[in-house]
């Protein structure tokens, strides 16, 4: 397969083959941030992807292009946690490749980056740039890696070098997502137990707020730390999911969990929580109730989601997905904007449900309705929520393969022309 790469004239070199590999956001459906706790979740790859393209390069330098942002980065071998922050993603790539031994340690590589995943919106731009980044990479240097190792490297990436606790499911999602089809994904921590079809006259599809929402903040952050806070004085051991408590086994334990708990009183009670992505801020107050029962309910929503797909029993599916939208409420996650598309949503003739994505603070929110309605009802939502808030935000329609379902393909490289 080649690809048609936009103005990548003068940027690699002739007589070197340049592998293009391209990588999908998704829209999370349902399970959001109840993934790190175990949760099995429903992801739908988005039409929207990243292209990377990656060539060796016998100087051992490192040299990064992002063409949505017009910069160039080069760092010698070994620099690839010096650069800019946006650079960081793709030079996480190189850095724990090399790390794992599975890339030279003098190696150099030209990496060049495009993508139309809207950024900031919770459809996991990040996600897709890591992939297709370690995809073209692991083709350039014929490194063998499947779907699920793949998307275990790029997560580290995003949690070591980045500096973002997400969980498995957005890179999971944009390497092993199937067109069309919700991934089902049980994230204990990353099994793939199957794909689902929308059933035949429904779609999902998002609406971004345009509020930017950021993984690494201090909301998902600290809801993240507290669900690990709620596990431990629920007398759980590490290697316990929170997802595996029922709804009715958790409450049969008898114990009651305090809505709001510091970390300073925490950490002088209990010592530190077992995750290796969050640490436990004395200074912070948690909400540990909320962001501890979150993954255990939502889990169940979860499967009563997909079993109401599967029955035809719409109006129960949008009641999971309105309960999930609450929830994240409830935990701090939501926003006014996000409230209102939601609120918008449900007020349009035959959409079931809506709900907040990802990791909520803003970013997208999923609709799902009839796919006759689809258009007209985004057309409407938008055009009120733009009269609202003076914002005019984006429809996220249409979805696309993953990553390994799409061949790395060859770049012709083309000189700058003078």
């Not at 490297?153 to 069309?180: F, H, I, K, Y």
Request: charged fraction near 20%; charge should be negative.
């Amino acid at each position: 397969m080649s690809f048609e790469f936009p103005d990548h004239e003068g940027f690699f070199t002739q007589g070197s083959p340049v592998f293009v590999a391209r990588a999908p956001g998704r829209l999370d459906v349902m399970g959001g941030i109840a993934d790190y706790s175990g949760s099995l979740v429903a992801e739908l790859p988005i039409g929207q992807a990243a292209l990377c393209a990656a060539q060796a390069d016998s100087s051992g330098k490192l040299t990064i292009r992002s063409l949505n942002i017009g910069r160039t980065v080069s760092v010698a071998t070994g620099g690839e946690k010096s650069t800019e922050r946006w650079a960081v993603y793709l030079a996480g790539c190189v850095a724990l490749l090399k790390a794992e031994g599975l890339l030279a340690k003098d190696a150099g590589v030209r990496l060049l980056l495009t993508s139309d995943v809207p950024l900031g919106a919770g459809v996991s731009s990040s996600a897709a740039i890591e992939v297709a980044t370690m995809r073209a990479i692991a083709a350039a240097f014929a490194i063998e890696l499947d779907g699920l190792t793949l998307a275990r490297l790029c997560q580290r990436v995003e949690n070591e070098w980045v500096g973002a606790p997400c969980g498995v499911m957005d890179q999971v999602t944009s390497a092993c997502g199937a067109e069309g089809k919700l991934l089902l994904l049980r994230c204990q921590p990353h099994t793939i137990e199957g794909y689902t079809q929308v059933p035949t006259g429904w779609t999902v599809f998002g609406i971004d707020s345009c509020v930017k929402h950021s993984v690494g903040g201090t909301g998902y952050t600290g809801v993240r730390c507290a669900a690990f806070m709620g596990a431990k004085l629920l007398g759980l051991a590490p290697t316990d999911y929170l997802c595996n408590l029922t709804p009715e086994s958790y409450r049969a334990l008898g114990i009651t969990l305090p809505d709001s708990l510091s970390g300073a009183v925490f950490l002088e009670q209990h010592g530190p929580t077992w995750d290796r992505v969050t640490t436990v801020d004395p200074k912070q107050h948690y909400p540990v109730l909320a962001a501890t029962e979150h993954p255990i309910f939502e889990n169940q929503r979860v499967e009563t989601f997909l079993k109401a797909l599967d029955a035809g029993d719409f109006a129960l599916a949008g009641k999971q997905m309105l309960a999930a939208h609450a929830s994240y409420s409830r935990c701090g996650l939501g926003t006014k904007e996000t409230d209102l598309l939601v609120e918008l949503a449900m007020e349009q003739s035959g959409v079931a449900g809506a709900k907040i994505t990802g990791g909520g603070s803003g970013g997208t929110v999923c609709i799902l309705c009839p796919s006759d309605r689809e258009a007209a009802i985004a057309e409407s939502v938008a055009g009120s929520y733009e009269k609202h808030t003076s914002t005019e935000p984006r429809v996220i329609q249409g979805t696309s393969p993953g990553a390994l379902s799409t061949p790395v393909g060859l770049l012709q490289v083309r000189q700058r022309r003078f």
